[in-house]
Structures are given as structure tokens and as C-alpha cells.
């Protein structure tokens, strides 16, 4: 080495890049919770439920994840009864619709809400109700829409707050970690004689 330089603490400055990225990606999952809040529309809970995650991978690499730990998310984020989104939008639709969670009674190929039978069931929040069997079958976000029963009823489409404020915020986090790793200061890791 030349200029009384004699080696590069790589260790330190690795330790170092790495936390100014995780600093980085901390305030960029906090930007995008905020985003994903503003876009829930039909589930206001689901706002006090959204959470950010972070994972150290191999290799030191991050990964981050914006959840909402609630069961009305899901509603949120894919939609409900007639509007919800299709398996080609939704992977778990696949699951609910063979779960003890979906009413075997809507009609097939069909996602409209209709009453369920008589008796015991598990509800999407996994809490288990009670049917008194009255509207078993029958379309109830046509009752909803005309005013006969609660509009709850009635279906939702998917608003996808979670791909959206993803998606919104894409380039301010691929902007937001190529700053770090540009303005790192490397040079400041050379050892002197």
C-alpha cells in the first residue's frame, strides 16, 4: 500500500454500512405502514393493526414486511362477497374457500354472501356463531343494498392497501438505500501506519 495506508477495516465498515442500511429500511417500513394506512377504506380497525417486520437474512441482506395482524385485513386487502378478488389476485382464496370458514351454501363459481344453515359455524375471525337458519341461501347483498338487513353484509371490493403503499413507495426505497450506499464514507475505513 502506498500514501502510509496499510490495510481496510472491512469488518467495521461492513458493521457500519449495515446499520445505516437497517436505518434506512426502518424509516422506509414506518413511510409505507403510513401509506398502507391511509389507503384502508371499508375496515377502519385495520389501521391500528398494521405492523412492520424486519428480517436479517443471509449474507446480511434485509427483508421487510408491512402486515396488518387483524383478521379484517384480509377483507381490506382482497375485497368481500361478490367484489373480492379472484384466486389469480388472492392465494389464499383458495384455503378460505376450503376452510370451515366458507359457506358451503353460496352458490358454485359464485362469491356473493348468502345466509348460512341452521346451526354452529366458524367465522372468517375464527370465532365460532350461531345461525338461526332464516336467510339460509339467500343472497344477502341483495337484502343489504335494498335496506332489509345491515349494509355489513353488502360486499367490498379489494382496495390491495398493502401492494398499493408498496408500489407507491417503490422508488423513494430504492432511491432511499442507493443514497446510504452512495454516501457511505468507505474511505474512512483505511488503516494508517
Avoid at 389476485?89 to 366458507?102: E, F, I, K, P
Wanted: net charge positive; no cysteine.
Amino acid at each position: 500500500m502506498s500514501d502510509g495506508y496499510v490495510g481496510y477495516d472491512s469488518s467495521t465498515a461492513t458493521r457500519d454500512l449495515r446499520n445505516a442500511l437497517l436505518s434506512e429500511i426502518i424509516q422506509l417500513s414506518q413511510l409505507v405502514a403510513e401509506t398502507a394506512k391511509g389507503n384502508v377504506r371499508y375496515y377502519p380497525e385495520v389501521r391500528e393493526h398494521i405492523r412492520q417486520h424486519l428480517e436479517t437474512l443471509a449474507s446480511d441482506m434485509f427483508s421487510m414486511h408491512i402486515t396488518a395482524d387483524y383478521w379484517q385485513a384480509w377483507l381490506e386487502q382482497f375485497g368481500k362477497g361478490s367484489l373480492m378478488a379472484d384466486s389469480s389476485q388472492n392465494a389464499g382464496l383458495v384455503r378460505y374457500m376450503s376452510s370451515d370458514s366458507w359457506n358451503a351454501l353460496r352458490p358454485s363459481g359464485s362469491h356473493v354472501v348468502v345466509g348460512r344453515g341452521k346451526g354452529r359455524y366458524k367465522s372468517i375471525d375464527g370465532s365460532i356463531k350461531q345461525s338461526g337458519g332464516s336467510y339460509a341461501g339467500v343472497d344477502l347483498e341483495e337484502l343489504a343494498a335494498r335496506g332489509d338487513i345491515d349494509k355489513s353484509f353488502g360486499p367490498t371490493p379489494p382496495t390491495f392497501f398493502l401492494r398499493i403503499a408498496l408500489q407507491a413507495n417503490r422508488k423513494r426505497i430504492l432511491e432511499g438505500l442507493q443514497r446510504v450506499i452512495d454516501n457511505f464514507p468507505y474511505h474512512k475505513y483505511f488503516k494508517m501506519r
